[in-house]
């Protein structure tokens, strides 16, 4: 940290090592008592909160699978059923000794932390919640607690850990706040008699709710309990009678949360008070507003009181008269004669509230105005966090002077503008900085392990990617996942050298510092409600290489070199499309501006392109057989891609090793392999880099690409579309691809539930002006409307005489499943589809091959080789290590349809058995874990890296 010259920051700290938020009882007993001592009430009362979380999760099994079953399925009638079973399960452990000890030890924490609210609350008038010490009645608890937790509590508790609480951690929520929320109750519900029973929805709630019990009783509410649950979440029998007994008794149920994004938990958890007995208007929900999204509409008209975004206590806190009193307790040795502040925005849910400011102040050697930026950072030790990272990365982030009462305040560069959002994204940061500073910040943050695997239900990236991967397995994807899937993803992307991540590298904020570029926002990322915890710092490079794919390979053969290791290639895979998945969340809630949701969907499918080509085509030009340029007199080969060489994960398109082994195959006895497809140029560009393939037809053949020239020719001049789009970007919820030229894709939803169009609308479109001279193609995902004309065998015939072939050639091969391929399979010598053709393509007389998909391609390269490819010495792969082995199994899962499964579920267990144990990392100058993966920061003829 560097401090203002002269000053002496009030919460200035020692280089420590920086903890882990995602902290076990242990360690959070022993900040507890570490608190205490320091008589930091707060601190002292987030830690017992803490403990509370977890020994509540831990003793109604919120991490098991039936847990997040019955969540899943809340309000269904399978749900119902795996509810009653989940109380009878949570009941039944509950009468082991070792539980009850937990449940004793428990009722102590419990009270300590509403002994410690009432200190935290008693101080809100004073302003000052973290000083003071801790009351007799919190010692004497403190006393009983112990000094250390017993052996048996922290062998039940092992491997439980903390959830860091959005409020306090990521919304810049404070306990005033809660103060303000209790007051507009008071004067809505004024009757001090009137039973209360305040329900804190954990994780937040568990932080919440003692504050406002607290407070309540403060204004003179005689019957208040506190109490917190998880969403849909088991009941024990005393539980559920002491809520049926609160329910007859006319008590009012307060619900206490997090801001509401689409109020889910809150409802969940309000569905069960209905149906222990409560009414809907005795069940209140107590909550804060964002100023970025209005509050949903809740079934039930359950009333509300709301703290608008407006009166956030954090408002206040960044207004010039409070920023004078912060700086004035940072800074004893100096006078601050003046303050000026913007008006701070209203909060929002992605990021921390953020003000620029100049302070001038006087000390010994005069006066001095100096430039800083104030930022929420988080209450309490959540945010003092941000200190210690600082303080840890001196020099690669911002220097920071201080914190005080949930903010922190960094230096703003001269010359750094007012707008803060006009900081350089990680996009336009040179690629050695980037890599320096996840280097650094992987060395000066280790941490002891990677507990990444102790955060099931809590999305961290190894849960995501499960999500994401499992997109393959249709319905099986529920039980795969438990038995083959997660475990696959934790032990691939588990890592023995744990640090610290950033977690926000691909649409970071920069600013040049004095020895190179510094980061803005280093400690938002990691423990954020924005979930993706994970503990490798490789994951951070491969967010900053999605941003800068032209610099991938040289980045992390930089990286590799630098920390002595090398990333798998099947992590590395895995880790760029989660990336995808999450930039693609957040293009489409708003949060960020770019990349756009169609560039992070691209982004995703190129991970998997350039992972799977380095397994089944890379090898390609060891063999000497062919020169894979695509410049030698072979025949030529068309091929679909959608449905043919690619199909759907989780909303977007990737190969699987049949197709992978079709084209390696095709290339490898000589082919020439051209992409038919809709897609548009730049998406058909990444798969002509990846594949190492000379060109293709996109947009339907609206446009041909040349890739050894790069170049690209339109083969239509209109119609035009600028009125089409308008329409479809004013219709709720409708996407449209900016990646178009001449046709027009647009797609409902996000992910892997995007959609095409509904019917009605596709007909009210088309009947319509502004479609004149488009016809509609309906895919699943998307709707296209494409320029009357246009067929793709005109666009490969266009492009054949662009690559300079004989006049009158035809392709050898053409494979496609939909009608708009049919022109082209009629054209070619040998014209097939795969078992999934459409209806259309069948009634054209097309030969259709037994097995759908990606195997259906394979089956019709067989027809032209003469043996299945792969099978022969001029197409055979190189054996895969036991993890690409595993993520290509769990590819190739759908790629034979239904039929095909069993054995392809089969072999994804065989591999997923060989994957004895976490991803390896293997040190620098070994083998990578991909055979077939080019030497990184090796490009290769016609293949832009």
């Known amino acids: 940290m560097v401090p203002i010259p002269g000053s002496h920051p009030l919460d200035a700290l020692p280089r420590p090592v920086v903890p882990d938020l995602h902290a076990d009882v242990p360690e959070l007993h022993r900040g507890l008592l570490d608190a205490a001592g320091r008589g930091d009430s707060l601190d002292a009362y987030l830690y017992a909160a803490g403990i509370m979380q977890v020994c509540e999760d831990r003793l109604t099994g919120t991490s098991w699978l039936l847990s997040r079953a019955a969540v899943h399925l809340d309000g269904t ?12 399960t949570v009941t039944a452990s509950g009468l082991t000794f070792a539980t009850r000890r937990l449940a004793a030890w428990l009722s102590v924490v419990c009270r300590l932390t509403n002994a410690l609210a009432d200190e935290v609350t008693a101080r809100l008038p004073d302003g000052d919640t973290d000083r003071g010490g801790c009351g007799e009645r919190a010692a004497a608890l403190l006393e009983r607690l112990g000094a250390e937790v017993p052996r048996p509590i922290a062998a039940l508790l092992d491997g439980c850990v903390l959830r860091p609480p959005s409020c306090f951690r990521s919304f810049d929520q404070h306990p005033r706040d809660i103060a303000e929320l209790v007051t507009r109750f008071v004067r809505r519900y004024p009757d001090r008699n009137r039973a209360l029973l305040v329900i804190g929805v954990r ?121 004078r009193r912060t700086l004035a307790a940072l800074l004893p040795d100096q006078e601050v004669l003046a303050v000026s502040a913007d008006e701070p925005s209203l909060p929002s849910r992605w990021s921390h509230l953020e003000v620029p400011l100049t302070a001038r102040l006087r000390s010994g050697t005069g ?57 350089a994204p990680t996009r336009r940061i040179p690629a050695d900085d980037v890599v320096r500073y996840v280097v650094q910040r992987r060395s000066r943050l280790p941490l002891p392990t990677d507990r990444g695997p102790l955060l099931t239900g809590r999305q961290p990236v190894w849960e995501i990617a499960a999500r994401v991967f499992a997109g393959r397995c249709g319905r099986l994807a529920a039980p795969l996942r438990a038995l083959l899937i997660d475990p696959l993803l934790r032990d691939l992307l588990h890592t023995s050298s744990a640090s610290l991540v950033d977690g926000e590298m691909t649409c970071g904020r920069w600013w040049p510092g004095r020895g190179g570029w510094t980061k803005a926002d280093f400690d938002e990322g990691h423990f954020s409600h924005l979930d993706l915890a994970a503990y490798d710092a490789a994951f951070d490079l491969a967010g900053a290489a999605q941003s800068q794919p032209e610099h991938a390979d040289r980045m992390l053969a930089d990286y590799e070199r630098l920390t002595g290791s090398r990333v798998p290639a099947a992590r590395w895979c895995v880790y760029g499309a989660t990336h995808g998945w999450n930039a693609e969340r957040l293009a489409h809630s708003g949060a960020a501006a770019e990349p756009g949701e169609a560039e992070a969907r691209r982004a995703r499918s190129r991970a998997l392109q350039e992972y799977l080509a380095g397994l089944y085509l890379d090898t390609l030009g060891e063999t000497g057989d062919m020169d894979w340029t695509a410049r030698s007199p072979g025949q030529w080969c068309a091929l679909d891609v959608d449905g043919v060489l690619e199909s759907d994960l989780a909303g977007a398109p990737a190969s699987s090793p049949a197709g992978m082994l079709a084209l390696r195959g095709l290339r490898g006895h000589g082919y020439r392999v051209l992409l038919a497809t809709g897609r548009s140029v730049p998406e058909l560009r990444d798969r002509c880099r990846a594949y190492g393939l000379r060109g293709g037809v996109a947009e339907y053949g609206a446009v041909v690409y040349d890739a050894g020239r790069d170049r690209c020719v339109p083969l239509v001049t209109g119609p035009d579309r600028s009125a089409l789009m308008r329409v479809l970007s004013e219709l709720p919820s409708v996407s449209v691809d900016p990646q178009y030229r001449f046709c027009v894709r647009a797609s409902r939803g996000w992910g892997a539930g995007r959609v095409a169009l509904d019917s009605r609308t596709v007909r009210e479109l088309a009947d319509s002006p502004h479609a004149a001279g488009f016809v509609a193609v309906q895919g699943e995902t998307q709707t296209d ?71 259906g391609l394979a089956d019709a390269v067989a027809r032209l080789l003469g043996h299945a490819p792969g099978h022969c010495a001029m197409c055979r792969v190189p054996a895969l290590s036991p993890a690409d082995a595993a993520l290509t199994a769990l590819l190739a899962v759908p790629e034979a349809g239904r039929a095909g499964m069993p054995v392809r579920l089969a072999r994804l267990a065989r591999a997923r058995a060989a994957v004895t144990g976490p991803g390896s990392e293997p040190a620098a100058g070994r083998p990578s874990a991909a055979p077939g993966r080019r030497a990184a920061g090796q490009g290769r003829p016609g293949r832009s890296r």
Do not use: C
Request: net charge neutral.
């Open 785 to 855: 409307f494409v320029p009357v004309g246009v067929d793709k065998a005109t666009g490969f015939a266009a492009l054949l005489d662009l690559l300079g072939a004989p006049a009158g050639v035809r392709p050898v091969l053409a494979v496609g499943d939909s009608a708009t391929d049919i022109p082209l399979l009629r054209w070619a010598h040998a014209g097939l589809a795969p078992g999934n053709a459409a209806p259309e393509v069948r009634a054209a007389g097309v030969t259709v091959m037994r097995r759908p998909y990606q195997a």
């Open 77 to 88: 009638g399978a749900g119902t059923v795996l509810r009653h079973a989940l109380n009878g």
């Open 203 to 323: 994780t937040s709630g568990t932080y919440l709710a003692p504050l406002a019990g607290s407070l309540l009783r403060a204004e003179g509410y005689t019957g208040v309990q506190v109490r917190t649950t998880r969403p849909a979440g088991p009941s024990l029998r005393a539980d559920a009678a002491e809520l049926r007994s609160a329910a007859r008794d006319d008590t009012l149920a307060l619900l206490i949360d997090d801001p509401p994004i689409t109020g889910g938990s809150l409802v969940r958890v309000a569905r069960g008070l209905l149906r222990a007995g409560f009414p809907p208007e005795r069940v209140l929900l107590l909550t804060a507003a964002f100023g970025d999204r209005s509050l949903p509409a809740l079934e039930h008209g359950f009333p509300q009181v709301v703290l608008p975004p407006q009166e956030w206590h954090i408002r206040d806190r960044m207004r010039a008269r409070e920023l």
């Open 367 to 423: 006066d001095t105005d100096v430039q800083l930026v104030a930022q929420g950072a988080g209450t309490g030790y959540f945010g003092r966090h941000a200190l210690a990272v600082a303080d840890a990365l001196d020099g690669l982030v911002p220097p920071i002077q201080g914190f005080h009462d949930g903010v922190l305040l960094r230096e703003r560069r001269a010359g750094e503008p007012d707008l803060l959002p006009g900081l």
